[in-house]
């Protein structure tokens, strides 16, 4: 049976390899993002379809809504992956605005697309959420982990009141990822070397292998998991 499966955040790294993971089945997948052109690039690449949005403005999330109800009816998979550390760009910025940023990024990002796609989803749908290594161990000063977190507790309020309709929630919480933009020359050779060995695994993690959590999750196999957070980092959560 094709699936209709909506990825946020869809356009480059974790988010595109998870989209064309569920496309590679066959499902009708959809990629939200704010940069039109990357969408429509990524779109192509893996049979998508794209719709470029802020997922941070309640009206663009409406819009989306709409868009998907017309389209497609009913959706059987949301993966919430967008978002980043927007202290990055507001280094310079104050407090308020540097924990507000990353709140829009991360947080609204999560919650504004799932309240409005809830009454969407199919009996048996999954809702999966993106979050970080830095949710459980900080991100060095930076906003970026709590608002991560914040999702945590979220994602398992979300599971027990949509559990009586056969829909899962989950959280995908990963380490250290290469070739995805969050890292994209933000890394030296030393501070790379220094993230793997954090892992018991020896190597950094790849996009491939969250989206192959996430499908695992989205499969008939993980039907009886929610509200868990599942950490994909090769042990580096636990440090050395």
Same mark, same amino acid.
């Given at each position: 049976?094709?699936?209709?499966?909506?990825?946020?955040?869809?356009?480059?790294?974790?988010?595109?390899?998870?989209?064309?993971?569920?496309?590679?089945?066959?499902?009708?997948?959809?990629?939200?993002?704010?940069?039109?052109?990357?969408?429509?690039?990524?779109?192509?690449?893996?049979?998508?379809?794209?719709?470029?949005?802020?997922?941070?403005?309640?009206?663009?999330?409406?819009?989306?809504?709409?868009?998907?109800?017309?389209?497609?009816?009913?959706?059987?998979?949301?993966?919430?992956?967008?978002?980043?550390?927007?202290?990055?760009?507001?280094?310079?910025?104050?407090?308020?605005?540097?924990?507000?940023?990353?709140?829009?990024?991360?947080?609204?990002?999560?919650?504004?697309?799932? *309240?409005?796609?809830?009454? +969407?989803?199919? !009996?048996? @749908?999954?809702? %999966?959420?993106?979050?970080? /290594?830095?949710?459980?161990? #900080?991100?060095?000063?930076?906003?970026?982990?709590?608002?991560?977190?914040?999702?945590?507790?979220?994602?398992?309020?979300?599971?027990?009141?949509?559990?009586?309709?056969?829909?899962?929630?989950?959280?995908?919480?990963?380490?250290?990822?290469?070739?995805?933009?969050?890292?994209?020359?933000?890394?030296?050779?030393?501070?790379?070397?220094?993230?793997?060995?954090?892992?018991?695994?020896?190597?950094?993690?790849?996009?491939?292998?969250?989206? *192959?959590?996430?499908?695992? +999750?989205?499969? !008939?196999? @993980?039907?009886? %998991?929610?509200?868990?957070? /599942?950490?994909?980092?090769? #042990?580096?959560?636990?440090?050395?």
């Amino acid at each position: 049976m094709t699936r209709t499966t909506v990825v946020t955040g869809g356009g480059t790294g974790i988010g595109k390899a998870v989209a064309a993971r569920f496309a590679a089945d066959g499902d009708r997948v959809v990629i939200i993002g704010r940069r039109a052109d990357v969408l429509e690039t990524a779109a192509k690449e893996i049979g998508g379809t794209a719709l470029p949005a802020d997922l941070s403005e309640p009206a663009e999330v409406e819009r989306v809504r709409a868009d998907l109800a017309e389209r497609f009816g009913t959706i059987d998979v949301l993966v919430n992956n967008a978002g980043g550390n927007v202290d990055m760009r507001y280094g310079s910025g104050g407090v308020a605005e540097r924990w507000t940023g990353n709140f829009r990024a991360n947080v609204l990002t999560s919650v504004l697309p799932t *309240e409005a796609f809830r009454d +969407l989803l199919n !009996p048996s @749908g999954r809702i %999966v959420f993106i979050s970080s /290594i830095a949710a459980f161990r #900080g991100s060095g000063g930076t906003s970026y982990g709590p608002m991560k977190a914040a999702l945590h507790p979220y994602a398992s309020d979300l599971a027990a009141a949509l559990g009586p309709r056969g829909i899962t929630v989950n959280v995908v919480a990963p380490g250290f990822i290469e070739d995805t933009e969050f890292f994209s020359g933000a890394l030296d050779d030393e501070r790379r070397a220094t993230l793997v060995a954090q892992t018991h695994t020896g190597r950094a993690g790849t996009p491939q292998d969250i989206a *192959e959590t996430v499908h695992w +999750l989205a499969s !008939p196999g @993980g039907g009886h %998991v929610t509200a868990q957070i /599942i950490q994909v980092n090769g #042990g580096a959560e636990r440090g050395r």
